[in-house]
């Protein structure tokens, strides 16, 4: 059983609303980005061992489009 991150591998997006000015924000990626281009199934794993982050979650940070504010949310990983 493998659970991955629907964000990091592409699987669909999950949009939030800006919780100061209720406009869309986008996901930046997840909080570890690692620069260079690795698989994102390598990505999502070290991602996991550095944050520390429970395996069922991964970590995105969204800004909002029309404030610049960012926030972070705990994606739930889901069985591929
Ligand atoms: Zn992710
Ligand atoms: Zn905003």
């Known amino acids: 059983m493998d659970l991955v991150c629907p964000l990091c591998n592409g699987l669909y997006n999950i949009e939030f609303s800006c ?10 990626g997840p909080l ?24 069922e979650r991964c970590i995105h940070t969204y800004q909002c489009l029309d404030c610049g504010f960012e926030e972070n949310y ?5 069985k591929l």
Not at 34 to 55: A, F, N, Q, W
Not at 74 to 78: A, G, L, N, Y
């Open 19 to 28: 919780t100061q000015c209720n406009s869309k924000m986008v996901d930046k």
């Open 74 to 78: 705990s994606i739930e990983r889901k």
């Open 32 to 55: 570890v980005n690692i620069m260079d281009d690795y698989s994102p199934y390598l990505l999502d794993d070290i991602t996991h061992r550095i944050d520390g982050v429970e395996r």
